[in-house]
């Protein structure tokens, strides 16, 4: 409890933020100082009684004993000895001493040296999850790419490098920019945890080779952009729905979509952008680069926004189309705002124009397609630790008010989202692959029941009824224990954890024989992709599509519902699990002060 150490309050500060002191004398806590000259004191008390000891110098037979020989010694002292009477007596003496030596070694307490902690099954999946973003690397791959059965692939692309999205040699911008955004932000939070599961060079390196190409799809480095990439290779390229072949073995130019009206894709480009440059601080001359970068694309995504815009979805991908806009300008303008500390920045996302149009926007589900609850708990986040009051407080409460309706919708007594028997929650209300958005929850309610954990706070009232903040985190274990395994099928969705998980992976890198030498072409591959066998190429830590509403999974290569992975799916799998994940780290909760790196006080 807080009054247990004397914490207090400090003028009309909200109990989520704000000074915390601690008056010692006031609550009659210990004084250092006053400790130290007490125990000064004892040591002085028992070395003068040391000191008036009387000195006694040694005895002569101590003297002789120093220079004799010990066979010597032995035998001046015979006469009295019991053991030297005669050599039986001797060895029953031996005997005697030795059974009593080996029964007082045999009753001492022995120091058994610390076991090496057992690693849970977060941490341990934890390195898998981040391996598949390796695997789905495009470009000229660097030498500690260690997925051996990838090669360098599309290096005749318009933009080298990247990402592949899921199973396909697809590089979708949108979704790819998002799951960059989610990698830095869990870096942001659990940066300790990264470093003692030794994954944060490994994260790190994940997020940059994805900001690199990002600032490759629109001219990052001037002033100024009119157009971005949104999709590469454009839908009427020939190597992409008509073929199943293995991303290496394409060797044509392919040229990318691009539009010059795309304002979600831009905002979350610039969000992935901002958000990597207080990952990469201590970089700064990328850091710098990547925060360039994010102001002019997100200026870009503004342009043009006057009283008339409807925040309509974006017009340039027919797979990954932003339903809204809105959602994206708050997300990005609050990563703006977090990356440079600018004032501005803070004004336009804390409008009450914006809130009211973000208001009617449906709210419960985190996705690459809707990015409102990510920044309700960020704009909560400055609420609870920063405190802003006024002329802010009452839209930031707002948000945060938005963030426990949905971190409440979560819990097992809502009726706003069913269960399956197993216990695995519906956010896309039983429609195919639906373990993207349970990842994504299960970080935001472990997320937000640390944030009241690090200020000391219990819970939150959903509907009238208390619920501490311990039910935020079971609630995220639960989903991801059932992803891990602990499902009616005892099935891992995550490929390569456990001892059973799929194993025709959705993916044409993974189930095509990769021979030196041998290749299949534009057609023929898809005897590969049709074939009831396991892949010849396990791509590690890949969470598929998932289970269907009634708990089944068809492990069939075919059927991408439900063996497919993708890039915004393993980014919200990777944060739950740094989220989730219990090491040898002195401190087990968030990083505090990291995301606020570039921020002041107003």
């Not at 989520?16 to 125990?39: K, Q």
């Amino acid at each position: 409890m807080i009054s247990e150490f004397g914490l207090r309050m400090s003028g009309k500060h909200n109990i989520w933020g704000g000074p915390l002191e601690i008056n010692v004398e006031e609550h009659g806590l210990w004084h250092e100082e006053e400790e130290e000259e007490e125990e000064e004191e004892e040591f002085r008390r028992r070395r003068r009684g040391l000191d008036r000891a009387p000195y006694e110098a040694p005895s002569d037979e101590v003297k002789q004993r120093w220079l004799r020989r010990p066979d010597i010694l032995e035998k001046s002292k015979s006469s009295s000895s019991y053991c030297n009477k005669s050599s039986i007596s001797t060895l029953v003496c031996l005997v005697t001493i030795s059974a009593i030596i080996a029964l007082i070694m045999k009753l001492k307490p022995h120091y058994h040296p610390p076991s090496s902690p057992t690693l849970d099954n977060y941490t341990l999946a934890l390195p898998k999850a981040l391996l598949f973003f390796n695997a789905q690397q495009s470009g000229k791959l660097p030498l500690n790419n260690n997925v051996s059965w990838r090669g360098d692939s599309c290096l005749k692309d318009e933009q080298v490098g990247g990402y592949y999205d899921g199973g396909d040699s697809t590089k979708y911008n949108f979704p790819a920019a998002f799951a960059m955004t989610m990698l830095s932000w869990s870096v942001l939070e659990y940066n300790q945890k990264y470093e003692s599961a030794l994954e944060l060079h490994h994260v790190k390196y994940t997020i940059k080779w994805g900001t690199d190409y990002l600032l490759k799809t629109f001219t990052a480095y001037a002033n100024s952009t009119t157009t971005v990439a949104s999709q590469l290779p454009s839908p009427t390229t020939k190597h992409n729905n008509k073929c199943w072949i293995r991303p290496e073995e394409i060797q044509s130019p392919r040229p990318a979509s691009h539009c010059t009206t795309c304002p979600a894709l831009a905002a979350e480009t610039a969000a992935a952008l901002a958000a990597a440059s207080i990952v990469f601080h201590d970089n700064e001359a990328y850091s710098k680069k990547l925060i360039h970068g994010a102001d002019v694309i997100f200026r870009f995504a503004t342009q043009g926004l006057g009283d008339k815009y409807s925040g309509g979805a974006d017009p340039p991908s027919l797979v990954y189309n932003s339903s809204g806009f809105w959602d994206e300008f708050l997300w990005g303008g609050t990563w703006m705002y977090l990356a440079t500390g600018n004032s501005s920045y803070l004004n336009l996302i804390t409008s009450p124009e914006l809130d009211e149009k973000v208001g009617s926007m449906r709210q419960s589900v985190l996705s690459w397609d809707n990015k409102l609850p990510g920044a309700a708990l960020l704009l909560a986040r400055l609420r609870m630790f920063l405190d802003y009051g006024y002329p802010y407080e009452q839209v930031l409460k707002n948000y945060q008010n938005k963030i426990d309706d949905i971190v409440c919708s979560y819990l097992p007594n809502s009726r706003k989202f069913n269960r399956t028997k197993g216990g695995l929650i519906m956010l896309n209300h039983g429609n195919p692959r639906p373990l993207q958005y349970v990842v994504n929850a299960a970080f935001l309610a472990k997320l937000y029941s640390d944030y009241m954990g690090a200020l000391y706070v219990p819970g939150i009232m959903c509907g009238g009824k208390f619920y501490r903040s311990e039910a935020l985190e079971d609630f995220a274990r639960t989903q991801v224990d059932y992803i891990l395994g602990k499902n009616p099928e005892k099935m891992s969705y995550v490929v390569g954890f456990g001892e059973r998980y799929p194993e025709e992976v959705h993916h044409m890198g993974a189930s095509i024989m990769s021979e030196k030498g041998k290749k299949y072409g534009c057609g023929g591959g898809w005897k590969w992709r049709d074939r009831r066998k396991p892949n010849p190429n396990v791509i590690v830590g890949a969470m598929v599509g998932g289970p269907d509403k009634l708990d089944g999974f068809n492990d069939l290569r075919s059927n991408y519902n439900y063996t497919e992975p993708s890039l915004a799916g393993n980014s919200g799998l990777v944060a739950a699990l740094v989220a989730l994940s219990q090491n040898a780290t002195p401190n087990n909760g968030i990083d505090h002060n990291t995301i606020f790196y570039s921020v002041r006080l107003p």
